[in-house]
Nanobody
């Protein structure tokens, strides 16, 4: 069982930056991939970005110029750097680990972007 704990959300103004963190209870190198998802108010959860256990990132096209996923294997942590935030980025952001087809979710961290 992989436990994931997100942090770093908050209330910011449009144009600001935030860095979300997701700490895993075990080595992220042993986890097939780590992803960020988000769920805006009243909407379905959507995929944002993934980083593989070899460090290969992929990012949703609509945020690719503003969001960067990265990792620190020594800290078992995956990050989501979010720049130039927009009100449409308001959502609960979730971390998900995929370990050989078993999926684990964190509790989420709220991001609110005011205009």
């Amino acid at each position: 069982q992989v436990q994931l704990v997100e942090s770093g959300g908050g209330l910011v103004q449009a144009g600001a930056s935030l860095r979300l963190s997701c700490v895993a209870s075990e080595s992220i190198s042993s986890i097939t991939s780590m992803s960020w998802y988000r769920q805006p108010p009243g909407k379905s959860r959507e995929w944002v970005a993934t980083i593989s256990n070899t460090g290969q990132p992929t990012t949703l096209g609509s945020v690719r110029t503003r969001f960067v996923i990265s990792r620190d294997t020594a800290e078992n942590t995956v990050y989501l750097q979010m720049n130039s935030l927009k009100p449409d980025d308001t959502a609960v952001y979730y971390c998900r680990g995929n370990k050989y087809g078993d999926y684990y979710w964190g509790q989420g961290t709220q991001v609110i972007v005011s205009s």
